[in-house]
């Protein structure tokens, strides 16, 4: 394999005129220029990453901190990163959370391991890291950008879309089909962004006279298995209800698994609503009606911001998300109501 040194010995030039013609840095005579060219491609010369970095001071990557790698949740946004920064000539190391620590320890490990490796900027998805934890990184903190999580030592770095909004369009849609008897399964209360939907889920039911208090509500690990398990609760319970949200898609296909087993129809005795839109939704059974949440235009706006700010690039960058609701089999009108004559 060709090194630098081949290229500006078949050039007849010093390694250091070689290298400015490789890393596009320095002046370099046309005609010189010319003869290095030529020298790469006849030697089907192609740098080392390493190499590359050598030369341009800067190692073309970014790296990604996810807390879990399972699930469909994060599948998607990694392969959308991925893709972005491709096309930017740019690559990406992943880290997520493991090891004996607990998720606060686990995300600073991943972080720190990240840069270690050379990283030029990261993309941080976390809610359990201190605003002490993104000080403590010095001056690397402004190549960070945080996806899902406000920080307010770094309020610009950071994209997220609203979540008390899309709690309320949960209820809003629930509403709006004359359900008035509701369950709600949660996530850890420990992760604000669940905390938001709820909140604005419950505000939503208030504002209709239906008090919070009225509403079971079970909290569980936005997992399917917890979805199961709350969903087995609920039944138990022996709580009435005709509609059922659920904080994010996972937990939602645990929980219309468990009603499938045990007999209790879909949409016909219970419309389930779930939140995210992400691919688990579209073909569960029944389809699942979803709260959607634009989760690849909020990543690759926090990617983009970041391109720009490690490179110089000058990439468009938006931090507004609109909501909506992608409907699908698993929502209908409550039991026995009709739809109001418009």
């Not at 059922?244 to 009603?259: I, K, P, Q, R, T």
């Amino acid at each position: 394999m060709a090194t630098i040194k081949d290229v500006a010995r078949l050039a007849g030039v010093g390694v250091g005129t070689a290298s400015r013609v490789v890393s596009g840095k320095g002046s370099v005579a046309l005609a010189t220029a010319e003869r290095v060219r030529e020298a790469i491609a006849e030697l089907e010369f192609r740098p080392s990453h390493a190499a590359r970095s050598l030369l341009s001071g800067s190692s073309q990557m970014i790296g990604v901190y996810i807390p879990i790698l399972k699930g469909t949740f994060y599948t998607p946004i990694l392969g959308a990163i991925d893709t972005e920064l491709r096309a930017a000539g740019r690559h990406m190391v992943v880290a997520f959370g493991c090891g004996d620590g607990d998720a606060r320890q686990q995300a600073i490990e991943g972080i720190d391991f990240l840069l270690e490796r050379g990283c030029d900027g990261l993309v941080v998805m976390s809610n359990v890291l201190l605003d002490s934890d993104i000080e403590a990184l010095g001056p690397k903190q402004s190549k960070l950008v945080v996806v899902n999580h406000r920080f307010s030592s770094i309020g610009d770095q950071c994209f997220l879309a609203d979540h008390p909004l899309g709690g309320a369009l949960a209820a809003q849609t629930l509403l709006k089909l004359q359900h008035r008897h509701f369950a709600v399964i949660a996530g850890p209360s420990s992760a604000p962004d669940n905390v938001a939907r709820i909140d604005g889920f419950m505000a939503e039911l208030n504002r209709s006279a239906i008090a919070p208090a009225n509403v079971m509500a079970l909290q569980s690990d936005f997992s399917p298995e917890g979805g199961w398990a709350a969903a087995r609760t609920l039944h138990a319970s022996g709580h009435a209800f005709t509609a059922l949200f659920c904080a994010n898609d996972e937990m939602a296909v645990g929980v219309l698994s468990y009603f499938q087993q045990a007999g209790i129809a879909v949409p016909g005795a219970v419309s389930v609503l779930g939140y995210d839109d992400t691919p688990s939704a579209e073909y569960s059974a029944p389809r699942l009606t979803s709260v959607h949440i634009p989760w690849t235009d909020v990543t690759l706006n926090g990617v983009r911001w970041l391109l720009n700010e490690c490179y110089g690039t000058a990439l468009p960058v938006v931090r507004d998300f609109p909501l909506s609701v992608t409907w699908r089999a698993s929502v209908v009108i409550a039991p026995g109501e009709t739809l109001p004559v418009a």
